[in-house]
């Protein structure tokens, strides 16, 4: 079901930044591994980030390794992904999701979501 929020996406020129944020309003995200996805247009959705949840361990697809950062602030309820180098190829739907571990997020085994984000890049 949808149970998160996702903000920040936008329309970017190539090589530009953003950064995505996520929260689970009236909720905490703690004890859940968060992570992000995204789906181009007359794509599969794919895996992009995930983050432990306490933080101290995280996995990226190789396709966005040394330009996205995940990161997350529990007490907030807030998981970020920190885009930059942005590239054409990264345009897509990004959505939050929560699941039990890193693993389940990178296998799209995610047990919450968000409506998603669009992220656009120019190039």
């Known amino acids: 079901q949808v149970e998160l929020v996702e903000s920040g996406g936008g329309l970017v020129q190539a090589g530009d930044s953003l950064r995505l944020s996520c929260v689970a309003p009236?909720?905490?995200?703690?004890?859940?591994?968060m992570g992000w996805l995204r789906q181009a247009p007359g794509k599969a959705r794919e895996f992009v980030a995930g983050i432990s949840w306490i933080g101290d361990s995280t996995i990226y697809a190789d396709s966005v390794k040394g330009r996205f950062t995940i990161s997350r602030e529990n007490a907030e309820s807030t998981v970020y992904l920190q885009m930059n180098s942005l590239k054409s190829e990264d345009t897509a739907v990004y959505y939050c999701a929560a699941a039990a571990t890193t693993e389940q997020l990178r296998t799209l085994s995610y047990d919450y979501w968000g409506k998603g984000t669009q992220v656009t890049v120019s190039s």
């Open positions: 009236g909720r905490t995200l703690g004890y859940y591994a």
